[in-house]
Each structure stands twice: as structure tokens, then as C-alpha cells.
């Protein structure tokens, strides 16, 4: 019975004239509509019918709270990998995915040799798998760093030995009494051949890894860049990322190790054109290049 119908009744009771037992009831249920009443406005009654959702959601978080501590050997870990894989969709930003799935693959390859140590094999090897779908997730989401191939290095030509030609002797008056010496010949000595310069900088090898490049790049005074875009291509027309305002930059790449990787900067400054360009060569996962300059 809401308060407008209440109401209604009221008023119309003043018109109306009855009987003792049917005004006792009529009593009877106004009291009790405006006890029910005055007990649904009350805070413990609000509660009381909010509880059932309050449990819910308790339970609900409750629930995903241990899902996403789930480790390798549980039941619900895998619950908690598709839970992860899928929140890679919130992250528009291809630096902020490949950043996000690197976190992942960090925490899934110390889960894995968490395991490992434990002696739990059989859960080792289901994070192992779990850990090689996330750095083939991670190597489709960076650029990967062309080859460059060194040029080949000259191999040292040896240069002959002259061989000396025999003076002519003087033409003499043979004596009778004496038979000259047939000349003695003389030891040629054998160089011995120039061993090849070996090059200084191995070839790549392995599979390509993520690789975090990180550097700064200056003005022609020095300063700081701001603003200037970062490329792996010198004729790609998008930026992997433009420098901060103190000219630092960081940026992942898939490369493989002892790989040369050459970063290419420009900056548009009205008709003016900067350019500048550093290189490295990869030995772990975390490359630091040299300052770059730029200029015209």
C-alpha cells in the first residue's frame, strides 16, 4: 500500500460511517501499513535489503582476488592467464601493450623457475608453454630492427718477392791455371702469410628477444630535444616514440643478440630539417645508446 492510496482512504473516511468491528479492523490495518512504514524508512531495514547484493559482491572479489594469485600448480591458473591476455585489449598504446606484455612474460619466467626449484616439473612446464605464447605475443606487438650486414672485409693480398736478376761479370782474360767456381745460390727466405683480420663485432645469432633502447638526443647547442622522432627506418614516415622534454627516449624492439641496431632521429623546425642518427650492438636485453647530436 503506498502513501497516496493511504491517503486516499483517510480522506474518505471522514464521509463514511461504519460499524464497530469493520472500524477495529480498518484501524488494525492503517496501524500496521504505517508501522511497515515507518520500518522500510529505517537504515537497518535499507541494509537488510542490500545485504544479499553486498555478499555478492564480496564474494565476487573475493574470488577474482585469488584467481589472480593463483600460481602455476593451481587449478586456477589458467583462469588467470586468459584474465590476463585479455586485458591486453585496455591498452590502445602499442608502447604501453608491449610494456604491459613484458611485465607478463618477467612474473610468468620467475613462476617458471619458481617451479622449477621446487621440483614441481609437471607445473614448470605448463607455465614454460604459458611463457613461450607470451614472448611470441611480445614479438608481434614490437618492431623488429632490420639486419645490418657489415661489409666484407678485404683479405690482404701478399706481395711477391723480387727476385734478383744476376750481374753480368766482367768479361776477363781466361788464365790457363784456374777454373772458376760455379756461383753459389743464394736462400730464398718464405714469408709467412698475413693471418686475416678477424671481425670485432660477432655475428647475431639466436632467436629475436625484446630489447629496451634507451638515450638521449641533443640540440646543436647541447640543449636537450624535445619533440624529435625516433625511427628504426630512415624512410618510415610514423615514429616509434618522440623524445621527452629532457631529450631522453626508450623505446623496445624485438633484435636478436650481437645484433647492430641504428636508431635514426629527425625534427622539423619550420624549413629547417635536424637530423641525426647512433647505433649499438645488443648484449642483453637492455641497450644503452650514446648521446646523439642533432644538426642540419
Do not use: H
Not at 501499513?33 to 564474494?59: N, S
Not at 660477432?202 to 629496451?212: D, E, I, L, Q
Amino acid at each position: 500500500m503506498n502513501d497516496e492510496r493511504l491517503i486516499a482512504l483517510l480522506g474518505s473516511l471522514r464521509y463514511e460511517r461504519m460499524d464497530r468491528i469493520a472500524d477495529d479492523r480498518t484501524r488494525e490495518r492503517l496501524e500496521n501499513a504505517w508501522r511497515e512504514r515507518a520500518q522500510r524508512q529505517t537504515w537497518a531495514y535499507r541494509v537488510r535489503g542490500l545485504a544479499p547484493v553486498l555478499a555478492i559482491l564480496v564474494l565476487a572479489v573475493g574470488l577474482v582476488a585469488s584467481t589472480m594469485r593463483a600460481s602455476g600448480d593451481s587449478a586456477l591458473y589458467g583462469v588467470r592467464v586468459a584474465i590476463e591476455d585479455a586485458m591486453v585489449l585496455l591498452y590502445s598504446d602499442p608502447e604501453d601493450r608491449a610494456q604491459y606484455l613484458l611485465s607478463l612474460l618477467d612474473e610468468r619466467m620467475a613462476e617458471a623457475a619458481r617451479l622449477e626449484a621446487s621440483g614441481n616439473a609437471l607445473a614448470a612446464a605448463r607455465v614454460r608453454q604459458v611463457e613461450e605464447e607470451t614472448l611470441r605475443a611480445v614479438k608481434g606487438t614490437l618492431p623488429e630492427a632490420p639486419e645490418v650486414v657489415p661489409p666484407p672485409t678485404p683479405e690482404p693480398t701478399e706481395s711477391a718477392t723480387p727476385t734478383p736478376s744476376p750481374t753480368p761479370s766482367e768479361t776477363s782474360t781466361p788464365v790457363p791455371t784456374a777454373t772458376p767456381l760455379p756461383p753459389t745460390p743464394r736462400p730464398t727466405a718464405t714469408r709467412a702469410p698475413t693471418p686475416r683480420p678477424s671481425s670485432a663485432t660477432p655475428a647475431p645469432s639466436g632467436t629475436p628477444m625484446p630489447v629496451t633502447v634507451t638515450g638521449r638526443v641533443k640540440n646543436p647547442d647541447l640543449s636537450p630535444a624535445a619533440n624529435v622522432c625516433v625511427r628504426l627506418d630512415p624512410t618510415s614516415v610514423t615514429c616509434l616514440k618522440t623524445t621527452a622534454a629532457d631529450g631522453t627516449y626508450s623505446v623496445v624492439v624485438a633484435a636478436r643478440l650481437n645484433q647492430t641496431i641504428t636508431l635514426y632521429f629527425t625534427r622539423q623546425d619550420g624549413t629547417v630539417l635536424y637530423k641525426a642518427y647512433v647505433s649499438g650492438v645488443v648484449k642483453g636485453s637492455l641497450l644503452a645508446m650514446p648521446d646523439a647530436k642533432l644538426q642540419q
